[in-house]
């Protein structure tokens, strides 16, 4: 199986050879084979007496990252669907997409969404499964910003992007919560955990990282709004990704997962709920676009919202629905998408309102577009499958498991949807088809499309009237199967057409009769979208975010990043100062002994003593010649001190380092500005005041403290010991230097070196410079 | 065999000092820059072999026994890191004579770049606190050496500003060193675990751990104390860049590792809570810094800091999975951000400008440059099947199953973000109409894109064949928590 | 004595930090040789002090002074001048290249 699911990357990485052959060979002819074969693999399945087949890689078993390959009903729909729609879109594809196309491009981004979407289906492995959504979304990147000279693909594609893998982080999220909460990282073995996840108390956040992840790649409000952007993708890829298959993938996580998460009251409620509001708002707006696309896009919204909302009521009939909707809107709107693609191609235009009358020019599209849109907006005729799924839909809707107000709601919202469905699928049959013809608006003069394009909508036509006259055959082998894999409690039971004057009929009569009314009157109330959504706009809301991310961010950074060392050094002073402090406090760190402090005498305390006037004199002083001296004071005040306390060797270094600083800074001050008086605010003063006695505090008094700790024999004794014995030398210190910590001596040489160097270069600099 | 514990410092140094006779005569230069860092880069591959086998290398300098003296601790993450510096350290010799130095390879470019390899190495190594200073100033010193080089006004000021906080802070370490030693009496880091551990971290011994956390995260470049980094790394050219993005901030997070779980973990509620904070602060912060602005040099260099955010992260929940994220990303970061320096290098070189408004459709003229920026995108955010999606496994792991929830929240948000910012440069820089390119001359990228390339490479390796290497870097993660096998080693009785 | 000179290296570094946070760089430069001080004085205090002859061993002397803190100052004395002199050559090339010694002006603006 594995070799099913990495064939098309295979393949991919030999297209840049075939597309060198394009000019004789159309790419895509090659690539054909490659979802055919697929396709041919899983239909093998199919049959009544289907059981589970699990193949396992190892990939990274240390981590529980394996490819386990789990092919159960549910992902072998999907699978079937995915090569099978694959392999039609392929084939349109040769036609759609001219040999001047950058073809190795598209084939290569085509076939890689292939495996990750056959990946996305068949991993039983969460982390695997995660893999192959983000490369899901990165194809899908690549495929939108296709013809990325176009500045609205570029738009586009970095929406669906940022928004898909936003949803693919979160979903990543929920993945590691359930896998510390089990210990596992397989769906399979995560259902027989339920319990465990059921009461963990993560349980809200699971839910809610999982679901966000669904929502965004299946395009379910509020995040729907990447989906009409994609459309700016060539159309194949339109049919294929963005209707039939990549945005089911939340659909799909959703089936996986529910048997897990139906447990939760929250489950229901929030799935339903905004599938629901997908579904209505979807068809609420569809009918008001113009290209033909955009009407289409948000068709997809709000089907993928309708099935949605099966998933979320989760009862048997719903899955049932659900699952067969996957189905017949694969069919009709694949079809749809690529009769769109066969008008844009011919007219050269999508755009509605400069089409019309078509259907004298294009007559077999128009009766494919026929058999799409009357499926689509589920007219009780026996040979569209749409109808039977939106049945069994409205059935679902009347027998829910709860009594919540939401439940009670949801049937008038389901037809409330199904109305604006009807509409906006009269309004794309009969605005392109019927009507005036507006032939001078057209860029191109209409004629039918060359019969290889018609090839695939015409298989996909056949499917919709198949299914449409006989449900039942995909009924038992297939669905039955998925059915079972999302709840085990679905039972066979037989798909009729007519089940008497029922409940659910009469919602469709009612859909069809509004439906009809609305559609013949949609110019009189078309206001109303002025009103809702007017200019209340989710598009802008996102246009917003990224504009303001830019721009907030960039406000922000300037705010604190001032190219000022002084604002600088106050942030990291300041910080270190409150939080040491505060540590200090709560470790109870700060002590105070008074045993082994050496005396004092009047000779330490008046050197110190002129220490400290001299140091505070360095900040009032504003002469040269004056601050010099108040320096040297200060760096010979140290060496007096480390004679006195007895370290000879450092004294001799501090007065000779000290004599050769001081004539570096002779020469410093020399060439550098004259000191003058500082030109702060009193605030500024305080401030540095406040920092600069604050820091030297806490050195102090970690200083005393430190001492005052004096818990343990330092490790000085063994030197003082060994350093004649083993080092032959009555120089302690010495020893310690060169012999002892001789690596310390001898990168400290090094570091002087490097100082040497650099200071070469800088003046190498200076004369390169001015020899220029 | 204990010897092999200094070769990874002692090569360079001399490979350093070697180099200086040779100033003038660069192509000389060059040719020996490669030879010896492909000899180092051989040794430490042997070393780190050495080390998973016969186990940690202990040596003592000068005979002088430990704690007396200095000991080296060649374990197996200081191996693991000395490899992944000499891995840099190579793809960069053989990409600088291509990256337009020109006149600056003469300013001792070289003997600095080594001395650069020599600090980082030594502080991976020592095991001795005070040492750990005196590394830091070569690899500071060298550094410095580095950004001034032929220096114009801008670059001469931003040195200006990096060398002053860092001797700050570095007189700040000297002065911690001392505190402890006072209290502890020694500076062998192994016996100060140990003593550390005798008197469970009372009194004051939490203060100066915050006071060498405070300097070790000035120069990891954490929030709020990285304000030196961004500026000042894009100053110089995209080599020195990539050392600095590589190698600089990564000397200061190991740092923390080290110390922090060797010697201040008896007080993990305080300081530890404070580590997860300050990378949550990190990452926020970096991240905004990164989408500020339209310089992709800068976009780059704030990158670094939600980098070493995360790392800190794993750091701060202190279980197994957290410190093998956060070393798992330590090394994916130190790859990943010498690529993209290296990357975006080449980009402003063939575009001519850093400014990304500026630029369009290079993808016309450079696709393998285009196609390994997209590449680099998601290996730093995080993406699977990439280096960095391990890491990040792990962390949020190690976070979540602590009970950290926002700041895993943060950290995917973060991510997302990272990928944005890098996009944008693939977006607007590679896509669009190739009359974005205007009167653009196409460049030869000869010998710039293969170093990069094949460094990617190890980034998809150590995501793909992450099977390999986790294990490894899981069982170290089991050493670095349990202090006393450390101690042990270098204490002996 | 070692509280007095832990006050005395406090101060020092309350200066060296007030010199840092000035606009003149000279000032800048000023207060890093102060903090130098401090942090030799504060490794000098940390070895405690006193309590016995210099650390070179002579004939019927068995106490002395800490000889550690001593090594770790003489190393820590030449890298701190090693960086003072680069500083200084930096500080003056700086001052020199740019017109001017006033950090304030060095700031640089947000997209360089």
């Known amino acids: 199986m594995i070799f099913a699911v990495l064939i098309p990357l295979i393949i991919a990485c030999f297209i840049p050879l075939l597309s060198k052959l394009k000019e004789k060979i159309h790419t895509g002819i090659f690539v054909l084979f490659v979802p055919l074969s697929i396709f041919l693999y899983f239909v093998q399945f199919l049959g009544r007496d289907f059981n589970p087949i699990r193949h396992t890689y190892n990939w990274i078993p240390s981590l529980g990252i394996n490819f386990d390959f789990y092919l159960d009903g549910l992902s072998l729909l999907f699978a079937l669907l995915i090569s099978g729609i694959g392999a039609l879109v392929v084939l349109y594809s040769i036609f759609y997409l001219s040999k001047q196309e950058r073809l190795g491009s598209f084939y290569v981004y085509l076939l890689m969404f292939m495996t990750a979407m056959l990946g996305v289906v068949l991993s039983d492995n969460i982390f695997v499964l995660y893999t192959f959504w983000e490369l899901t979304s990165i194809s899908s990147f690549l495929l939108i910003g296709y013809w990325h000279f176009k500045e609205r693909s570029r738009y586009g594609a970095l929406k669906s992007m940022l928004i898909t893998i936003f949803g693919g982080l979160s979903m990543f999220g929920g993945f590691i919560l359930l896998w510390v909460v089990t210990g596992t990282t397989s769906i399979q073995e995560m259902i027989n955990q339920v319990d465990v996840i059921l009461d963990s108390s993560y349980l809200p956040l699971i839910l809610g990282f999982i679901l966000l992840g669904a929502f965004t790649k299946s395009a379910q409000f509020p995040f729907h709004i990447w989906l009409p952007d994609a459309m700016e993708a060539p159309t194949p890829v339109s049919a294929y990704l963005h209707s039939a298959t990549m945005v089911k993938a939340g659909l799909f996580l959703i089936a996986r997962f529910s048997s897990i998460f139906s447990g939760s009251e929250w489950f229901f409620i929030v799935v339903s709920l905004v599938g629901i509001i997908t579904l209505c708002w979807g068809s609420y707006m569809a009918v008001r676009q113009t290209d033909l696309k955009a009407i289409l896009a948000f068709s997809t919204i709000s089907q993928l919202g309708m099935i949605m909302a099966m998933l979320g009521f989760g009862t048997t009939a719903a899955v049932f629905a659900a699952i067969f909707h996957i189905l017949n809107h694969a069919t009709f709107k694949g079809s749809l998408f690529m009769v769109a693609g066969i008008i844009d191609h011919e007219t050269g235009t999508r755009d509605i309102r400069k089409l019309g009358g078509l259907i004298t020019f294009l007559p077999i599209t128009a009766t494919l577009a026929l058999f799409g849109t009357f499926s689509m907006a589920a007219v009780p005729l026996p040979f569209l499958n749409g109808f039977y799924s939106k049945e069994l839909f409205f059935d679902a809707t009347l027998h829910l498991d709860s009594t919540t107000f939401l439940a009670q709601a949801i049937p008038y919202l389901a037809v409330f949807g199904s109305i604006f469905t009807f509409v906006y699928s009269m309004y794309f049959f009969f605005g392109v088809f019927t009507g005036p013809k507006q032939l001078d608006k057209l860029p191109k003069k209409p004629h039918e499309a060359p019969i290889g394009m018609l090839l695939s909508p015409i298989v996909l036509v056949a499917g919709v009237i198949l299914i449409g006259l006989f449900p039942n055959i995909v009924n038992a082998p297939f669905l039955l199967h998925a059915a079972q894999a999302v709840n085990p409690e679905v039972e066979f039971h037989k798909v009729a057409f007519w089940h008497g004057f029922n409940t659910p009929l009469k919602m469709s009569l009612i859909v069809i009769a509004i439906g009809i009314i609305l559609f013949v009157t949609r110019k009189k109330w078309s206001k109303v979208y002025t009103i809702l959504p007017g200019k209340l706009s989710l598009n802008k809301v996102y246009d917003q975010i990224v504009e303001k991310l830019d721009v907030i961010s960039g406000a922000i950074t300037r705010s604190y990043m001032t190219g000022s060392l002084k604002n600088y050094m106050s942030i990291i002073l300041a910080t270190t100062l409150i939080v040491s402090f505060v540590f200090m406090f709560i470790t109870n760190g700060f002590t105070l002994e008074y045993d082994y402090l050496a005396d004092v005498t009047i000779l330490e305390v008046s050197v110190v003593i002129i220490m400290i006037i001299a140091a505070v004199a360095t900040i009032f002083t504003n002469h040269n010649i004056a601050a010099i001296l108040v320096l040297g004071v200060v760096g010979y005040g140290v060496a007096i001190l480390f004679v006195v306390y007895r370290a000879p060797d450092i004294a001799l270094t501090q007065f000779v380092i000290e004599t050769v600083t001081v004539a570096l800074f002779l020469l410093c001050f020399y060439h550098l500005p004259k000191l003058r008086k500082s030109t702060d605010s009193a605030g500024t003063k305080m401030t540095n005041l406040f920092i600069s006695v604050g820091f030297g505090a806490l050195m102090t008094m970690v200083a005393i403290s430190a001492h005052s700790s004096n818990w343990f024999e330092s490790i000085s004794d063994y030197f003082v010991e060994t350093s004649y014995k083993l080092g032959g030398g009555h120089n302690i210190v010495n020893v310690i230097l060169v012999d002892m910590r001789g690596l310390d001596t001898l990168f400290e040489i090094a570091v002087l070196g490097i100082a040497a160097l650099a200071i070469i270069g800088l003046i190498k600099l200076k004369k390169d410079k001015g020899a220029q | 065999m204990s010897n092999l514990a200094v070769l990874p410092i002692i090569l360079p140094l001399v490979s350093a000092i070697t180099l200086i006779f040779f100033n003038s005569k660069v192509n000389i230069s060059r040719k020996l820059t490669q030879i010896f860092s492909v000899i180092s880069l051989l040794v430490s591959c042997y070393i780190v072999w050495k080390v998973f086998t016969d186990g940690t290398i202990i040596l003592e300098t000068g005979a002088w026994v430990a704690p007396y003296g200095i000991i080296l601790v060649m374990d197996s993450l200081a191996s693991l890191l000395i490899l992944t510096t000499n891995l840099v350290a190579t793809v960069c010799a053989f990409y600088a004579p291509h990256a337009g130095l020109e006149k600056k390879e003469s300013y001792y470019f070289y003997p600095f770049f080594f001395f650069l390899i020599t600090g980082v190495s030594g502080a991976f190594i020592t095991g001795d606190l005070f040492n750990l200073f005196v590394f830091f100033e070569v690899l500071l010193m060298a550094s410095y050496g580095l950004i001034v080089l032929g220096g114009g006004k801008v670059q001469l000021r931003e040195s200006l500003k990096y060398l002053l906080i860092n001797l700050f802070s570095s007189m700040l370490f000297v002065t911690a060193i001392a505190f402890l030693y006072a209290v502890v009496g020694t500076v062998n880091m192994a016996q100060i675990g140990e003593r550390v551990q005798e008197v469970e971290q009372q009194g004051i011994l939490t203060t100066i751990g915050i006071l060498l956390f405070f300097v070790f995260a000035t120069k990891a470049a954490l929030f709020p104390l990285y304000y030196w980094l961004p500026k000042s790394y894009i100053v110089p050219n995209p080599v020195i860049s990539a050392l600095f993005g590589a190698l600089l901030t990564k000397v200061g997070i190991y740092s923390i590792l080290r110390v922090f779980s060797l010697i201040f973990v008896y007080k993990l509620e305080l300081t530890h809570e404070l580590f997860i904070w300050v990378a949550g602060l990190s990452m926020v912060f970096g991240i905004i810094g990164a989408l500020s602005t339209n310089n992709i040099k800068l976009i780059i260099a704030y990158n670094i800091i939600p980098a070493i955010g995360f790392i800190l992260l794993g750091i701060g929940t202190f279980t197994i999975d957290g410190i093998s994220g956060s070393i798992y990303y330590l090394i994916h970061d130190m790859i990943i951000k010498s690529v993209l320096f290296l990357l975006v290098g080449v980009i402003v070189y063939v575009a001519g400008t850093s400014d990304l408004r500026k630029m369009g459709g290079l993808i016309h003229y450079y696709p393998v440059l285009g196609w390994l920026l997209f590449i680099s995108a998601f290996v730093l955010a995080g993406i699977p099947p990439f280096s960095g999606f391990i890491g990040k496994l792990l962390l949020l792991k190690g976070a979540f199953a602590s009970g950290h929830i926002a700041i895993v929240i943060i950290g995917l948000l973060t991510s997302l973000l990272i990928l944005y910012s890098i996009m944008k440069i693939f977006i607007y820089g590679f896509w669009g109409d190739k009359q974005m390119l205007g009167n653009l001359e196409k460049k030869s990228t000869k010998g710039l894109i293969a170093p990069v390339a094949f460094l990617l490479t190890f980034s998809v390796l150590l995501g793909v064949g992450a099977e390999f290497v986790y294990p490894h870097i899981d069982s170290i993660a089991a050493y670095i928590l349990d202090p006393q096998i450390y101690i042990d080693s270098v204490l002996k009785e | ?112």
């Not at chain 3, 070179?56 to 002395?64: E, H, K, N, W």
């Not at chain 3, 740019?98 to 997209?111: A, F």
């Open chain 3, 1 to 112: 004595m070692e509280i007095i000179t832990s006050i005395l290296a406090g101060i020092l570094f309350a200066t060296a930090i007030y010199n840092l946070l000035q606009k003149q760089l000279l000032r800048i430069v000023i207060g890093t040789a102060l903090l130098s001080h401090g942090a030799h004085i504060f490794i000098l205090t940390m070895g405690k002090l006193k309590t016995g002859q210099p650390p070179i061993l002579t004939d019927g002397v068995s106490d002395y002074t800490d000889p550690l803190p001593q090594a770790l100052i003489l190393t820590s004395i030449v890298i701190s001048f090693g960086v003072t002199s680069l500083l200084l050559v930096l500080a003056y090339r700086t001052t020199k290249e740019n017109n001017t010694d006033n950090m304030e002006q060095l700031r640089g603006k947000s997209n360089e």
